[in-house]
């Protein structure tokens, strides 16, 4: 067949490379440009350099924020990952409790950040909330407001209400795909309920753990609407995490240099761990 | 090894059967004989696999007992009952090695680790994955994968029985006949009870001294696979084993004598078929002759597959099947003759015996 040479094929990614361009080119050279200049309004620019990036990395306040995000991530993906994994091992695997933990699985998924951090904000609040109300009456101080142990209970809490739901999912669907004769030949060796585990549906959740994994910590590195509600970052800075300085940063101090620069070493940090994350985890997954 | 004895066994996967047609596994009443080779032959969904999970233990029954030596073993779970099986298709533990694989049975069952390296290096010789022992399983073709599910199977030297489930379906002919002669001679060595679940005629009777047919949940006939092929008990035993499977035409029956058709052929014994029962003559494509003598046929097709020709036909009006000789001669007007011994009589699909 005779083939047509001509670029008439690049009109056809034109709308994409637009769509692109807008969503994500744009603003983030917006952000560069942002990093490497000061400005005092009027449009009018002076080069920077790198000091921006020098102070940010200088500062107490980034290092205190990181090292916050840190903490959070590897507390949910500690408790998420292994709760998630327990939850769909013994999720029903037929008949009409299928659809119906597949629901209730999926409900707290289906509501937007900033109500569930509205719902736990009400439902911890000591005055009128369900949960702090019944706290007190125990006997039990419980104050997220006050205390920073506290506030880091409710939004780790929350965040694995939120969110275990998602590991659960990803694990069940990895599980149903196990074809019966898996766990029949088990039987017939003898195996026992750890080896099936460890033998079977470990192997066979590898990979959708892997999602699990590089989504909860990503989605729970970025956080930022829960706990702004719930907390606002507080008491003091104890639940201020990057995204929550950035956002005081920028919006509250109006210091878009500084804010600009400590976005992109947010973004490079995210896109590193997720890059050494997924790099460990396959190549083990190709060795073992 | 043991003697294994169903006993009234049925099976039913709803809840609650309410008629004969709920039951997967229709009223089975059988002695599997110690050491003996049984392949279980029958259609897709006929109840084969069933049968072979009840015995396993993978799936009580809903009515019945089994007995292995004697000793009721119905309600005791599959790791009790010291049954290897293999399935249909692969399962492999694919984070093991092949070595690892082949040992975790034994392991499972604490037995000692040099007895576990000479099992499993036995078995490695034997399936030919020398070279694999200590690699993992999850890179191997899908015929290696089968061969180490083999392998677990046949590497316990103590079961009671190995079941097998069309375990070379996924295995390329030329190694199908291998492996086949492989575990042909470990039954000959061990003298384990072996039964070998297949819709393959051609497998099951090369590998079995028995054959059980099944057929819509029920046991039609067990035999030899000379008595399947020369007495069918049913008319679905006549189909289904010989290729091509029996003809089996309408018939009446006066006296010892059939009509088909028009035509009226002599029997060698008086059949007794009670009255109103659905008649039928059955003869294998291999027993009629043709020939210028005899009864007139239509021929529609010659079929040449090479060592013989299947002739297909018209006869009183129903299409027949003939074999012939690969040199045989079709004359213009042909006509055919049935072999008296070979023709069976059914009346309700069940074969009417010369005895009765």
Known sequence: MEKTWNNKAWFMVLPVLVLVAFSAVIPLMTVVNYSVQDTFGNNEFFWAGTDWFQDVLESN????????????????LAIEIPLGIVIALNMPKKGIGVPICLVLMALPLLIPWNVVGTIW??????????????????????????????????LIVMDVWHWTSLVVLLCYAGLVSIPDAYYQAAKIDGASRWSVFRYIQLPKMKRVLLIAFLLRFMDSFMIYTEPFVVTGGGPGNSTTFLS????????????????????????????????????????????? | ???????HIRHAYGAKPKSETDYALKEVNHEWNDGGAYALLGPSGCGKTTLLNIISGLINPSEGRILFDGTDVTHLS??????????????????????????????????????????????IEMTGLGGWAKKTARRLTADQKQKISLGRGLVR?????????????????????????????????????????????TEALTFADKVVVMYDGQIVQIGTPAELFERPR????????????????????????????????????????????????????????????????????VEDIGRHKIVRARFADRPISIIVDEDGEIPAEPRVTFDQKAINIYADSWRVGEEA
């Open chain 2, 234 to 301: 049913h008319t679905f035993v006549g189909y289904f084993i010989g290729s091509p499977g029996m003809n089996v035409l309408p018939a009446d029956i006066a006296g010892d004598r059939a009509a088909v058709g028009g035509e009226s052929i002599a029997l060698n014994f008086q059949p007794k078929v009670a009255a109103g029962a659905r008649i039928e003559l059955g003869i294998r494509p291999e027993f009629i002759s043709i020939g210028r003598e005899g009864m007139p046929v239509a021929i529609t097709k």
């Open chain 1, 244 to 288: 929550i300085d950035l956002v005081k940063m920028a919006i509250g101090q109006f210091d878009l240099g500084p804010a600009a620069a400590l976005s992109i070493i947010y973004f490079l940090i995210i896109l590193l761990l997720s890059w050494i994350f997924y790099t460990v985890m396959t190549t083990s997954d190709a060795q073992g």
């Open chain 1, 61 to 76: 306040r980034f290092w205190d924020a990181l090292i916050r995000n840190l903490i959070f991530s590897a507390i949910i």
């Open chain 2, 1 to 7: 090894m043991a003697r294994i004895n169903l006993d």
């Open chain 2, 157 to 201: 030297s103590d079961v009671s029985a190995i079941l097998f489930d069309e375990p070379l379906t996924v295995i390329d002919p030329e190694m199908k006949w291998v492996l086949r002669s492989q575990i042909k001679r470990l039954h000959k060595q061990f003298g384990f009870t072996m039964v070998y679940v297949t819709h393959d005629q």
């Open chain 2, 78 to 123: 599959t790791q009790h009952r010291n049954i290897a099986q293999v399935f249909q298709f692969p399962v492999i533990y694919d984070t093991m090695t092949v070595y690892d694989n082949l040992a975790f049975p034994l392991r499972n069952r604490h037995v000692p680790e040099a007895e576990v390296d000479r099992r499993v290096k036995e078995i």
């Open chain 1, 121 to 154: 904000q009400v439902f911890g609040r000591v005055d009128i909330g369900l949960l702090g109300r019944t706290l007190a009456s125990l006997g039990i101080h419980y104050n997220y407001v006050q205390n920073p142990l506290d506030a880091w209970v409710t």
